[in-house]
């Protein structure tokens, strides 16, 4: 069983940036990817970013490609997802999860979720 909680959204200036952080409990952490999904209102949830068990694949969705970065901290429990050069349309609630392969972009491939964190972008 992996617990998940994320923390670092906030209210952001378009073009400015924000580094989100997801905290693990469990012993397993390190054996599964991670990914980051958001979801805006009245849309679905929608795949950011996904990472190996031991980082050294990458995944990311188009619309943030150049300005998004996900990175993980075995030791730490702890992945994160660097937004840089925001955009109104990044505005979503964003959620961390854990799954098997980092390939997997469907919510329903990924086994846990954390609460989710609000990131607002002001224009």
């Known amino acids: 069983q992996v617990q998940l909680v994320e923390s670092g959204g906030g209210l952001v200036q378009a073009g400015g940036s924000l580094r989100l952080s997801c905290s693990a409990s469990?012993?397993?952490?390190?054996?599964?990817?991670m990914g980051w999904f958001r979801q805006a209102p009245g849309k679905e949830r929608q795949f950011v970013a996904a990472?190996?068990?031991?980082?050294?694949?990458?995944y990311y969705t188009d619309s943030v490609k150049g300005r998004f970065t996900i990175s993980r901290d075995n030791a730490k429990n702890t992945v994160y997802l660097q937004m840089n050069s925001l955009k109104p349309e990044d505005t979503a609630v964003y959620s961390c999860?854990?799954?098997?392969?980092?390939?997997?972009?469907?919510?329903?491939?990924?086994?846990?979720w954390g609460q989710g964190t609000q990131v607002t972008v002001s224009s």
């Open positions: 999860a854990a799954t098997q392969y980092a390939r997997n972009k469907s919510p329903h491939e990924y086994e846990y």
């Open positions: 469990g012993r397993t952490f390190g054996s599964y990817a």
């Open positions: 990472i190996s068990w031991n980082g050294g694949t990458t």
